[in-house]
């Protein structure tokens, strides 16, 4: 594997540091703990009777902080004042001092350096609050690990007792209380997920539970993408060519496609033959859902199969194909759906109602989703006149909305699609049309 990061954040308790440790030894990476270099410059302040509420008091000690953070042995070494750092930094009182800290902008810059450079020469996980969004925006895999405050600080409780500190379990909670406020509400890099992470909420999930999905998680989004058949290959070029030249297809935006990762390509449809016009049109492979009546024809059967169309069987509900395009795109394929829910062949999209699978289905699997309109003259199919495939820049699962659950969250983001996909075609869209969900 070449050299990688990965942004593991999330409010303290949800597992991030043991979560990290036991994957950084799955992979053979190193793992680094930010959170400990903000506990050292708290136990700092605290050695030194500086209380971490005196902002001017702290930034005037922070020259005096010597604090040299190396990975040995794929663990990260500590050292204040040339000794290593222990269990100190874990008590109940550092880590308020370490929240309250963490909240001073000099403090955080005197860290940024450090922790940029760790990853300069090995593939590292890293944890924290803000590392997918200051410290490595570029990170290749962002993470944002949650948990319920009760179940967080339930976790945090039974460590401490294990430790044998003196604790109960109401201190703890409205300790983590205080801290997740203090964390989410600072003016500077606030705890919160970047745009592009993925959030794995671990509340109801055990240890093995939570480093299974994080690596799961991990080797989705490093995977390269799926391969194209080479009957898919063969028949991208030569149907491809086909339908581009039949409907004077012209694309714009193909660069906007990411080379890896699963995306949901949301299109608005006005003929059966849009399929073929989106595959046609596309540099990956498109994966879809078809009605399974359809592999029963012996002759079909192979050639859809071949597609990339995974058979869905009517009237067993939805949950089958949520499942099967959720699978989809953990796989890290690009998966087509249409919101409009059937074909609206010569009505302009901006008019019509949308339903909020695609909402689901991208919040499922955490996955982004890539809005493209398909738009020609009276929004109709007619050989050798100009069909327009207009791909949009994907929109991350954060700016969808979707690191929310609930049905209003998914409409919510299936408007927002649908809406940036009118909006390439210059279709204009009214609130009115906002119904039928
Ligand atoms: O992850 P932790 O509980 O060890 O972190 C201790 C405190 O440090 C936490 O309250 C917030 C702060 N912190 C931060 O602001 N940014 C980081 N990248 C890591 C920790």
């Not at 750092?85 to 963490?102: K, L, Q």
């Not at 450079?117 to 925006?137: K, Y």
């Not at 086909?242 to 012209?250: A, E, H, K, P």
């Not at 009517?314 to 759906?337: C, H, P, T, W």
Request: hydrophobic share 40%; glycine share 8%; with cysteine.
């Amino acid at each position: 594997m070449s050299k990688i990061k990965i942004a593991l954040d999330g409010p303290g308790g949800a597992g991030k540091s043991s979560v990290a440790k036991a994957v950084a030894k799955q992979l053979g990476i190193f793992y680094v703990d930010t959170g400990a270099m903000y506990r050292t410059v708290g136990l700092y302040m605290k050695e030194h009777g500086i209380s971490p509420e005196d902002t001017e008091a702290v930034i005037s000690a922070l020259p005096g902080v010597t604090l040299s953070v190396s990975l040995v042995d794929g663990k990260q070494l500590l050292c204040l004042d040339g000794k290593e750092v222990g269990d100190e930094i874990r008590t109940p009182e550092i880590s308020m001092y370490a929240s309250r800290v963490s909240a001073i902008p000099e403090v955080r810059a005197f860290l940024l350096d450090t922790q940029r450079r760790l990853a300069d020469e090995q593939s590292v996980i890293m944890d924290g609050r803000d590392i997918g969004t200051v410290i490595f925006p570029d990170a290749d895999v962002k993470i944002f690990l949650t948990a319920s405050p009760e179940a967080r600080a339930k976790r945090r409780y039974d460590e401490l007792i294990a430790k044998g500190t003196a604790v109960t379990y109401e201190d703890v909670l409205s300790e983590m209380n205080e801290r997740d406020r203090n964390d989410s509400s600072r003016a500077i890099a606030p705890l919160r997920p970047a745009d592009d992470a993925i959030l794995l909420d671990t509340s109801n999930l055990d240890f093995n539970g939570s480093v299974a999905a994080v690596a799961e998680i991990i080797s989705r989004k490093t995977a390269p993408a799926p391969r194209m058949s080479r009957f898919y290959r063969v028949l991208h070029a030569l149907a491809g060519w086909l339908i581009r030249f039949l409907f004077r297809i012209r694309i714009s935006g193909k660069e906007n496609v990411p080379k890896q990762g699963g995306y949901v390509v949301c299109a608005n449809h006005v003929a059966l033959v849009d399929v073929f016009t989106l595959g046609a049109s596309f540099p990956r492979q498109l994966r879809f859902l078809a009605k399974s009546e359809l592999f029963r024809i012996s002759i079909l059967a192979p050639l859809i199969r071949s597609l990339g169309a995974v058979p869905v069987k009517r009237g067993s509900g939805d949950v089958k194909a949520i499942r099967s395009s959720v699978e989809i795109l953990n796989q890290g394929s690009l998966f087509s759906i249409f919101p409009q829910g059937h074909r609206y062949p010569g009505v302009d999209p901006a008019d019509t109602p949308i339903k909020n699978g695609v909402g689901l289905i991208a919040y499922r699997a955490q996955a982004g989703i890539i809005p493209v309109c398909i738009k020609m003259k009276k929004q109709k199919y007619c050989l050798f006149r100009r069909t327009e495939v207009l791909i949009g820049k994907p929109i991350t699962v954060g700016e969808l909305g979707l690191h929310e659950s609930g049905s209003e969250a998914y409409a919510r983001a299936s408007e927002i699609a649908f809406r940036e996909l009118c909006k390439l075609g210059g279709f204009s869209r009214s609130d009115a049309s906002e119904n039928n969900r």
